[in-house]
Nanobody
Framework: QVQLVESGGGLVQPGGSLRLSCAAS????????MGWYRQAPGKQRELVAA???????HIEDSVKGRFTISREFAKNMVFLQMNSLKPEDTAIYYC?????????????WGQGTQVTVSS
């Protein structure tokens, strides 16, 4: 099993910044993708950003230029730096670990951390 613990959420004014952290522990493959998703009230969960085991990043268009994803491989951690935050970024942000082998795929989620952007 894999455990994911997020931190860093909170209340911030529009234009402000937050940095989310996620620490993964447990039994995982040596090569896996870590990502951040978010879910706003009344909306479906959506991908925000992801980073592969080869350090290749993907940022969704809605946050491109404002959010940055990074990873500390030695500590099994992933970070989401969020700048120029907007009210529409308000959501619960979830950390995700994904990998697959020849038999099946593995998908793990954290409990989520609330991000509220409001004046």
């Amino acid at each position: 099993q894999v455990q994911l613990v997020e931190s860093g959420g909170g209340l911030v004014q529009p234009g402000g910044s937050l940095r989310l952290s996620c620490a993964a522990s447990g039994s995982m493959a040596s090569h896996y993708t870590m990502g951040w998703y978010r879910q706003a009230p009344g909306k479906q969960r959506e991908l925000v950003a992801a980073i592969t085991g080869d350090d290749v990043t993907h940022i969704e268009d809605s946050v491109k230029g404002r959010f940055t994803i990074s990873r500390e491989f030695a500590k099994n951690m992933v970070f989401l730096q969020m700048n120029s935050l907007k009210p529409e970024d308000t959501a619960i942000y979830y950390c995700n670990v994904f990998y697959s082998d020849s038999i099946t795929s593995y998908d793990y989620w954290g409990q989520g951390t609330q991000v509220t952007v409001s004046s």
